[in-house]
């Protein structure tokens, strides 16, 4: 408290409200003059302070408060901004005469904190949203743990590089560039794009077809904004990535989840069922979550198919780049005719998570389209970053930061298949995977995904549940077991945790 740990208190008794009322904690972390505003106006709201009613002068108030008047100049200067107060010459600073009523309680209504709260007019889509609110949660600032899936090896990545590229754009950004940049995204990071693609991938597109986009989920928003109409049919891999599903639900289609096998997407089974549909969201390159690489005559069923029903191909190519058994495939855009496949990637888990940052290739006659709604959107996405991202893979960082990455990525592979075989054959069989960044465990003795997961986070642990994807009942329950960002020592401890916490339950 002020002077000391006793309360200074107003003493102005010709006041109505004598402002003695009010205290002021100097050892609390919220400044002075925020604290004073905070009860100034809660007087007000309460009614203790009426409409019209005359304050003190600054100077008085700061003198029966024990503060500096600065204190008291700012509270009135806020509150005069919101309306609360008033001044005029001759007549000094009063509440304001004209406060709406719904502002105001009646005298000796309570403290602030109780008065009744008007809870916003949520939508149906917005109570469905409040459902991720766990993910907000478990997706905070705090380390990843073992076996948290969806992340990569930011100990790997080359931080002070990046450091360096970023200082030096710092150093050279045009004004321009700082005020705005292309909707479409920064043109030297879209022609790196398109380059990169075009060697590493097997896409052919010009640097006009990229549209650079804040990530995985915003390309999907757009997407989404931009080709659906309420009814539409979404087609969606069971198990799948539900979370773009759930952004087609938002837009008003009906999302069906088709099964998949070895082979990839089940396109007999979506022949049969779907004899017509707007959109086919598929992972080929690695499937998600099951990890399979759709082959190539699934592919060429599937280009088949939507040419038949007029169906676009949504190709979300998201760990395309690492593949552990020969070279990465050709993408599926590659094998279609032009407008039939939208080519959407992001860099989050190439690179690092926090790096929002993606890309959709589209046809020359949509780039209109597509450009309009990012600007209406969001504008761009940021800048320096973007440009960074085009010196990092201009210069070649990028492709040696991939195939480093992908050395390292199959090292930790094997050893998670190693361990899990050593300590955890009696829970679930975890074979290997030709792609990816983690690997499924394949569930043993009635086990459930569920069941698995509540051991793991006993165990200080992180495993999800395959079902979390899943749009029904799986044949065999089944868990994903992330190894990316762990070391080889933090693996084998951790299967040898999940072990012994799976054996107490």
Known sequence: ?????????????????????????????????????????????????????????????????????????????????????????????????????????????????????????????????????????????????????????????????????????????????????????????????????????????????????????????????????????????DPGYTLAGFLFELAGARVVSLPVDDEG??????????????????????????????????????????????????????????????RPLPALSGLAPQGRVLYTGSFSKLLFPALRLGYIVVPPDAVEHFAAARWLLDRHAPPLEQAVLADFIDEGHFARHVRRMRTLYAERQGVLVEAAARDLAGFMDVPPSESGLHLIGWLKGGLTGDRVAEAAASAGLEVVPTSMFAAGRLERDSVILGYAPFTPRQIRRATQDLAHALARR
Request: proline share 7%; aromatic share 6%.
């Open 265 to 326: 997407l089940d396109v007999a089974r979506l022949s049969a069922q779907v004899p017509e549909a707007k959109l086919v969201y598929v992972t080929p390159s690695s499937q998600f979550p099951l990890g399979m690489t759709m082959t190539l005559p699934r592919r060429l069923a599937l280009i088949d198919w939507a040419e038949r029903c007029g169906a676009v191909i949504v190709e979300d190519d998201y760990n395309g780049e690492y593949r552990y058994a020969g």
């Open 1 to 237: 408290m002020l002077a000391g740990s006793t309360s200074r208190r107003a003493t102005a008794s010709r006041q109505r409200f004598p402002l003695d009322a009010l205290s002021l904690d100097e050892a609390a972390e919220e400044p002075l003059y925020r604290q004073l505003e905070d009860q100034l106006r809660d007087a007000i709201w309460t009614g203790r302070l009426l409409p019209g009613e005359r304050l003190p002068s600054t100077r008085s108030l700061a003198q029966d408060l024990g503060v500096a008047r600065n204190t008291a100049i700012n509270a009135y200067n806020q509150l005069i901004l919101e309306g609360y107060l008033v001044t005029a010459k001759g007549s000094g600073t009063r509440v304001a005469a004209d406060l709406p009523e719904r502002l105001l309680r009646a005298p000796g209504a309570g403290p602030a904190a109780t008065r009744e709260t008007r809870p916003l007019p949520f939508t149906r889509n917005a109570r469905r949203i409040a459902s991720f609110r766990p993910w907000v949660e478990a997706g905070g600032d705090l380390p990843s743990r073992p076996f948290r899936p969806h992340v990569s090896a930011i100990d790997a990545f080359p931080r002070a590089l990046w450091e360096q590229l970023t200082a030096r754009r710092l150093r050279s950004m045009s004004r321009a560039l700082l005020e705005r940049t292309d909707p479409r995204g920064y043109r030297p990071l879209r022609e790196a794009i398109a380059g990169y693609l075009g060697s590493a991938r097997g896409l052919v597109c010009g640097p006009d077809q990229v549209i650079v986009t804040g990530g995985a989920q915003r390309t999907t928003e757009l997407i989404a904004t931009l080709l659906l109409e309420p009814g539409d049919t979404v087609c969606l891999e």
